[in-house]
């Protein structure tokens, strides 16, 4: 028998509110050409216009529901899914996130912190009170000029992060 394919990383990028992408935008991502040139394959999941990716998403809510959202839990079997059906590193898994997509991101970084080894949230916030929760690398990305999510959300739950690992 010939050598296992190799296991690549898999980058799964949350949309925001107002972006729900085409049909043609979604699925899983498993160009042979694009793969030589970045290896990793990419999950863009849509959502419906009555879910959201994360429970609460007001950019100054204290803290998040304690239960899962339908959209995460559809979200989280998909990927285990893939997990058994691509050859992906299941310790290479990378979530990112806009806005809404931001959120969920943080969310699901305290929610299933196990899951992912990186996070990219760009423009959104999260529960501070559950930041230590976070085991995830994380690269978070946010603009003082965004007129939706106040810069703040991002700030805060950064610190918190932050803060939480230096007391460990």
């Not at 990716?53 to 529901?65: D, F």
């Not at 959104?124 to 007129?147: I, L």
Request: proline letters at 7%; hydrophobic letters at 45%.
């Amino acid at each position: 028998g010939g050598a296992a394919p190799t296991k690549l990383p898999l980058l799964c990028f949350l949309h925001g509110y107002g972006d729900r992408p085409r049909p043609e935008a979604l699925g899983v991502f498993t160009d042979a050409e694009h793969q030589k040139r970045l290896p990793l394959f990419v999950l863009r999941p849509g959502s419906t216009k009555s879910s959201n990716w994360a429970s609460i998403l007001r950019p100054h809510s204290g803290s998040h529901i304690s239960r899962i959202s339908k959209a995460q839990h559809v979200l989280l079997a998909l990927l285990d899914r893939l997990l058994g059906e691509l050859p992906v590193n299941p310790r290479l898994l990378v979530l990112a996130g806009a806005s809404m997509g931001a959120y969920a991101t943080w969310d699901l970084l305290v929610r299933a912190p196990a899951v992912f080894a990186v996070g990219i949230p760009m423009s959104g916030g999260g529960d501070t009170k559950r930041a230590g929760r976070v085991t995830a690398r994380v690269w978070a990305f946010h603009s003082r000029a965004d007129q939706i999510v106040p810069v703040n959300a991002s700030r805060e739950i950064v610190v918190a992060v932050a803060a939480a690992r230096n007391v460990a």
